[in-house]
């Protein structure tokens, strides 16, 4: 019996793929940005066996919110059960546990969670309600896909990475990537910026972005600033002919210098490539144009903020 004021829910799914499989794609959280939607970065703080501890960064009903999470896996009856450390409101307790099964040739995927709102406050509940629904059905309909169609995905997802190495300090680095708001006035190609950050390390970052042809395209997305060292970002607003990117910018004091990446895992659409680069492109050619694109972006940002960085030695 769940204590007074717990809510319990249940949200199942079949997937056409092994139950063994399905369980991996859940247990390995650093690929959730690129399987759930509302997920923007998790990031691994503690592990020991089958034991972890997960900060969680996701929308909620539109908003980005963050959380820590408490895991235990047992892979041998493929379960994760799942218990919010430090919950944001109006969440006031969060738990659940994924279950897969076999189903048939298949597997059927459980997800369940039982949840308080701080106060067992009714406005706050029915919030709850509506993101835990909203965010579990997102995220079932998405493990589906991304495991169904993982075969003919493989050649529209890839990552790549773009490096300079800066004689400047990690901190001036990481100000001038964090500071977005600013990029407007420091970058050539960024036409408009708009930076709302309501909580400190997490922000919303909007923009035009100027092509080489000189067209632009708005972009949104949800940072997430990790100072001095990281700053990882999703797209909610995608240039059209992407289906998902996720970025990283990390910031490393090699002692000698400042080495600063910029990762990219971007997901192609496949039935935009024709319409954006003509009726001869293929994937091959799509993934060409936006690795170009993206890294054109990504190294004058960086080459940028090298002189920024130098300058202030």
Known sequence: MP???THETEHTVTVAAPAAAVY?????VENWPLIFPPTIYVDHLERSGDQERIRIWATA??????????RSLDPDARRIDFRQEVSAPPVARMSGTWIVEEAGEGSRVRLLHDYRAVDDSPQGLEWIDRAVDRNSRTELAALRENVERAHGAAELTFTFEDVVQIDGSVKDVYDFV???DR???RLPHVARVRLTEHTPGLQTLEMDTRAKDGSTHTTASHRVCLPPHRIAYKQV???ALL?????LWTFTDTGRRVTAASRHTVVLDPGAIRGVLGPEADVASAREYVRGALSANSLATLGLGRDYA????
């Not at 130098?310 to 030695?313: D, G, K, L, T, V």
């Open 24 to 28: 991996q794609l859940l247990a390995d």
């Open 310 to 313: 130098e300058s202030r030695r």
């Open 243 to 247: 289906s998902l990117h996720t970025g």
């Open 61 to 70: 009903n539109g908003e980005a919110k963050s959380w820590t999470s408490h």
């Open 3 to 5: 204590p007074s004021g």
């Open 178 to 180: 964090n500071e977005a």
């Open 237 to 239: 607003t995608l240039p």
């Open 183 to 185: 990029w407007e006035h």
